[in-house]
């Protein structure tokens, strides 16, 4: 296996976001303190918003829905979400890019 190969498998990113279920549409908010709020249509029932938010990001990074996980918060808006295979930077970076 190469050492790139390697690399990507190891890069991790863990961030903590605010999820805002039933909103109006899809998207990512930067928020006053530098935190990243989620809107989501999806309601919070069921597992339903939680469902919606790895959906959202995985299409928004461009990767597979089983490299991120959802660390803690699974009841609360205040969530820990770990993605791997894609670095910190990365993902900051794109996930601010969205933001509205």
Do not use: C, W, Y
Not at 35 to 51: D, F, H, S
Not at 80 to 97: E, S
């Amino acid at each position: 296996m190469s050492d790139k190969a390697d690399k990507k498998r190891s890069e991790q990113a863990v961030l903590s976001l605010r999820v805002q279920p039933r909103a109006s549409k899809n998207g990512i908010v930067r928020m006053e303190d530098g935190g990243l709020k989620v809107r989501l249509t999806a309601p919070a029932v069921e597992n339903a918003a939680n469902e919606a938010l790895v959906r959202f990001l995985s299409e928004r990074l461009k990767i597979a829905r089983s490299r991120i996980e959802i660390v803690s918060g699974h009841t609360s808006r205040e969530k820990v979400v770990r993605i791997d295979g894609i670095g910190d930077d990365k993902v900051r970076m794109v996930l601010l890019d969205a933001a509205e």
